[in-house]
């Protein structure tokens, strides 16, 4: 037990270390070398005052390739396989298909599934904090015709625990993740199986 512990703390302090080298001009290539990101998230809109929650999971690669299943109350599987977008509402029976094209460009799911080159492209880092429990760095996207203006990404124990984002809308969109891994996932999770008797939506 003494030894796991020792071995835990040594850990620990490695972890502490690493993060504390992160600054403004490292943290996209930080980012970018994470091929594998998948969690269970809580996600928060506010806008006008109001609060709106939603829960569920992500995966995504850095081959454009990830997949959104949201639960209550939205009921909605949004899912790439790095060349159409598929998006599913069970209740509507309806599956909407669309090419990727740019459409990462203009969502936060560009930090988990954009190549490296691509992520320096779109984001610029203006600031990065370290603080006793996590990493915090505030990203800027280049484009002024970007869907987001600004993300900030919260990193603790060498892995993305949260991001906050405002939108072209004006909306803070917060976003906290949980059960985190950056463990391989297989190509095959991001093709999407067409359910029998939908209507298709082609753009």
């Not at 091929?35 to 709106?52: C, D, G, I, M, P």
């Not at 779109?122 to 904090?129: A, H, I, K």
């Not at 072209?168 to 093709?191: M, P, R």
Request: proline share 3%.
């Amino acid at each position: 037990m003494k030894q796991l512990i020792i071995l835990s703390a040594f850990f620990y302090s490695l972890v502490i270390r690493a993060e504390s080298t992160i600054d403004e001009d490292n943290f996209i290539d930080y980012l970018s070398a994470t091929s594998f990101f998948s969690a269970s998230f809580v996600q928060k809109t506010y806008s006008n005052s109001l609060e709106r929650k939603v829960i569920g999971q992500i995966k995504a690669n850095r081959k454009g390739m990830f997949k959104l299943t949201y639960e209550e109350p939205m009921n909605e599987v949004i899912v790439s396989d790095g060349f159409n977008l598929h998006r599913f509402d069970p209740e509507l029976e309806q599956l909407d298909i669309q090419a990727l094209e740019n459409l990462l460009d203009e969502t936060p799911m560009g930090l988990f599934s954009s190549n490296p080159d691509a992520l320096k492209k779109l984001f610029s880092v203006s600031s990065c904090v370290n603080l006793p429990e996590f990493l915090r760095c505030q990203l800027e996207a280049k484009s002024e015709e970007s869907y987001l203006k600004t993300i900030i990404v919260q990193v603790s124990n060498d892995l993305i625990t949260g991001i906050r984002y405002i939108d072209a809308f004006d909306q803070n969109v917060l976003l906290k993740f949980s059960e985190i891994s950056n463990k391989t996932i297989l190509d095959n999770e991001f093709h999407f199986i067409i359910p029998e008797g939908i209507d298709i939506v082609r753009h």
